[in-house]
């Protein structure tokens, strides 16, 4: 299958001598909706502006359908959509003048944008500076939809949205990706989204500590909250009601992505050493 998102061998850094990324490789296939998770500074939105072509590699590939990520290139810019976590004002500017002109975006369904503006409960006769934060985040999630980009990244969704909302994106973003669309989703939020995301990618210091589909997980591990701790725990942290682990031998209870996200986090060496002895 033709991949949506190819990284290959990506090196990048900020400033010299001291590398974000280093030979990283990551690969989206159509209709995906993968969670990018990550400690602050692990490089989740870095790593967003390299696909939606706002950055550059120093070395390596980053492709969006086949193309190298460029925004300056109109071909690339008609692919996705980046909703980034800061909705700064120059966007908001563009945005406006594209969804009222479709110049962008020549699938852009207006009819489509006041629905789901409708849905989410956003009020687009205001305008765009006089609705908070998280009605604007509503406003261009909207409007990221009614694009008809196949590929959507989308830093931080749920922040600042209720909880309706919340409940309304999760249940608005399996619908399109069963039409084939693309997410890339970097969140903080693992349990606004859990059911949602797959395949999980962890990074950490600006490498790809796991990548692998819910299935894969679920079938390898269980993730279990005993009220004591197994000796055989890779991983375990005092959580609510008990202690949390993960242990190998799966198909016991649900993926716990905070678990597996923490455990990447707070033992890295051995959450490691585990997956590969796992065969992960
Ligand atoms: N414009 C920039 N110039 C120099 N360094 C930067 C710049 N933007 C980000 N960085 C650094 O790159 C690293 C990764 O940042 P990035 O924002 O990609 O991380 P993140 O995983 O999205 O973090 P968070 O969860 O806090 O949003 C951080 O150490 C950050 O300080």
Redesign the pocket.
């Known amino acids: 299958m033709d991949s949506v998102i190819r990284i290959e061998d990506l090196s990048f850094s ?2 010299k001598n001291t590398p ?1 990324f280093q030979d990283l490789s990551l690969c989206l296939y159509p209709g995906q909706v993968a969670g990018l998770l ?10 967003l502006k390299l696909i939606a072509g706002e950055l550059f590699p120093d070395e390596g590939t980053v492709e969006v359908f086949g193309i190298p990520a460029d925004r300056r290139d109109p071909e690339v810019l008609g692919q996705l959509y980046f909703l980034a ?1 800061e909705l700064p004002s120059y966007s908001v500017v563009a945005e406006t003048y594209a969804r009222t002109t479709g110049v962008f975006y020549p699938r852009y369904r207006h009819e489509m944008f006041l629905e789901l503006s409708d849905h989410l409960e956003v009020d687009v006769s205001k305008k765009l500076t006089q609705l908070s934060y998280g009605q604007q985040k509503k406003f261009f999630l909207a409007f990221a939809l009614a694009t008809g980009v196949p590929l959507l990244l989308l830093d931080e969704p749920t922040n600042g949205l209720d909880i309706p909302s919340k409940r309304q994106v999760r249940r608005l973003i399996p619908r399109y990706a069963a039409e084939g669309r693309t997410f890339l989703i ?1 969140t ?1 939020q693992v349990r606004d989204l859990e059911h949602l995301i797959d395949p999980v990618i962890i ?1 950490r210091k600006g490498r790809v500590v796991l990548h692998a589909s819910m299935d894969d997980l679920q079938e390898r591990f269980s993730f279990v909250v005993a009220p004591e701790v197994p000796s055989a725990a890779l991983y375990a942290e005092k959580v609510p009601g008990g202690y949390g682990a993960i242990l190998p031998g799966g198909g016991k209870g649900e993926v716990d992505l905070e678990l597996l996200f923490d455990a990447a986090r707070t033992e890295p060496e051995a959450f490691a050493r585990f997956l590969e002895k796992e065969g992960v």
């Open positions: 900020y400033t974000l990550g400690e602050n500074g692990a490089g989740k939105t870095t790593l976590e970097s903080h990074l």
